[in-house]
């Protein structure tokens, strides 16, 4: 996505892309909001690092309009993990509490195979599933 600019600003086209596309549209929170081949969005509205000057200035691949009015312009901040938020006690485990784990393993089938009938009907349901989508991508043409 390359861009027309002037010293401080560069305006990039909306991706061609669908999925990358829609995000745009939505991070800019327009009511009713049209894309054209004109419409552009300027490099204000992205991380610095999504910039890249070479020549023209581009977007590198799959860059994100971030950075808006309703935000401050600023980025949110990271959240941290689940893991790093919750409080563990910091002594050793017991070889209690690790053969407990080890029981809890053995309670789940982590690693179990399903049967073989069970794959058989999966099967059936994707095939029928898969005649449905072909009938109606018929009735679309």
Same mark, same amino acid.
């Given at each position: 996505?390359?861009?027309? /600019?002037?010293?401080?600003?560069?305006?990039?086209? /909306?991706?061609? *892309?669908? !999925?990358?596309?829609?995000?745009?549209? &939505?991070?800019? &929170?327009?009511?009713? /909001?049209?894309?054209?081949?004109?419409? !552009? %969005?300027?490099? &204000?509205?992205?991380?610095?690092?999504?910039?890249?000057?070479?020549?023209?200035?581009?977007?590198?691949?799959?860059?994100?309009?971030?950075? /808006?009015?309703?935000? %401050?312009?600023?980025?949110?901040?990271?959240?941290?993990?689940?893991?790093? &938020?919750? #409080?563990?006690? *910091?002594?050793?485990?017991?070889? *209690?509490?690790?053969?407990?784990?080890?029981?809890?393993?053995?309670?789940? %089938?982590? %690693?179990?195979?399903?049967?073989?009938?069970?794959?058989?009907?999966?099967?059936?349901?994707? *095939?029928? #599933?898969? #005649?449905?989508?072909?009938?109606?991508?018929?009735?679309?043409?």
């Amino acid at each position: 996505m390359s861009g027309m /600019f002037n010293s401080t600003v560069s305006f990039h086209h /909306f991706p061609k *892309e669908e !999925t990358i596309s829609k995000i745009w549209i &939505r991070n800019v &929170r327009r009511d009713n /909001f049209l894309i054209k081949k004109t419409t !552009t %969005d300027c490099s &204000r509205h992205f991380v610095s690092t999504d910039v890249i000057q070479v020549g023209r200035r581009r977007l590198k691949e799959g860059a994100l309009p971030v950075l /808006f009015a309703w935000n %401050d312009y600023t980025l949110p901040a990271v959240r941290t993990s689940v893991w790093d &938020r919750i #409080q563990r006690p *910091e002594d050793e485990s017991t070889e *209690e509490e690790e053969m407990d784990v080890g029981l809890l393993l053995q309670c789940h %089938d982590y %690693d179990a195979k399903p049967e073989p009938s069970a794959l058989d009907i999966a099967s059936e349901k994707i *095939e029928a #599933q898969q #005649q449905v989508i072909e009938k109606l991508r018929l009735r679309l043409h």
